[in-house]
T-cell receptor, first 110, second 114 residues
Framework: KAGVTQTPRYLIKTRGQQVTLSCSPI?????VSWYQQTPGQGLQFLFE???????NKGNFPGRFSGRQFSNSRSEMNVSTLELGDSALYLC?????????FGPGTRLTVL | GENVEQHPSTLSVQEGDSAVIKCTYS??????FPWYKQELGKGPQLIID?????GEKKDQRIAVTLNKTAKHFSLHITETQPEDSAVYFC?????????????FGTGTRLLVSP
């Protein structure tokens, strides 16, 4: 079985721009969660989607949004980028109680 | 809010020594406690987990203990090897609803010297 894939792996944007990140979960997994990882804050939960519905959301501003498609692929969008949005964005798909993480997308905001 | 504290932030050991990483959680409703290993350039990988109805779980050189009363759980690695060098994260969450939202500790950088 292929693992969780994320594209792109690296991204450089400037302040004020917007960005869309993509995540394909493991085949058959219907739940996708997104996390932001930074050296200062560690891993922080953004949101989780299940069957195209957002089930839970973390404490991030409305600039962070996401969606899930019928094939379980998920995208997250960050609008009006700020320098502090520079981070590794991880998605994970869930089977039972185990979360399988992708390699992440490293976003750098200049 | 929910919080998980993890100590130490860095840990250096000699090959063959044991390593212990400790975490404390705040949400008494947490019932699932996984540990993840993250190597450079990769996403976190689950190495062991424990549920609240179990006090200890072991998998070869890795063991996890849970004290629900004190809200503590720990990772124990015996006979460490250089390939154990990585960042380790503990996490706590609830699984009873079918949805799993994990709160992570801040990570422990483990360095095993040959």
């Amino acid at each position: 079985k292929a693992g969780v894939t994320q594209t792109p792996r690296y991204l450089i944007k400037t302040r004020g721009q917007q960005v869309t990140l993509s995540c394909s979960p493991i085949s058959g997994h219907r739940s996708v969660s997104w996390y932001q990882q930074t050296p200062g804050q560690g891993l922080q939960f953004l949101f989780e989607y299940f069957s195209e519905t957002q089930r839970n959301k973390g404490n991030f501003p409305g600039r962070f949004s996401g969606r899930q498609f019928s094939n379980s692929r998920s995208e997250m969008n960050v609008s009006t980028l700020e320098l502090g949005d520079s981070a590794l964005y991880l998605c994970a798909s869930l089977e039972g109680n185990e979360q399988f993480f992708g390699p992440g997308t490293r976003l750098t905001v200049l | 809010g929910e919080n998980v504290e993890q100590h130490p932030s860095t840990l250096s050991v000699q090959e063959g020594d044991s390593a212990v990483i400790k975490c404390t959680y705040s949400d008494s409703a947490s019932n699932y406690f996984p540990w993840y290993k993250q190597e450079l350039g990769k996403g976190p990988q689950l190495i062991i987990d424990i549920r609240s109805n179990v006090g200890e779980k072991k998998d070869q050189r890795i063991a996890v203990t849970l004290n629900k009363t004190a809200k503590h759980f720990s990772l124990h690695i015996t006979e460490t090897q250089p390939e154990d060098s990585a960042v380790y994260f503990c996490a706590a969450g609830r699984t009873n609803t079918g949805f799993q939202k994990l709160v992570f500790g801040t990570g422990t950088r483990l360095l095993v010297s040959p």
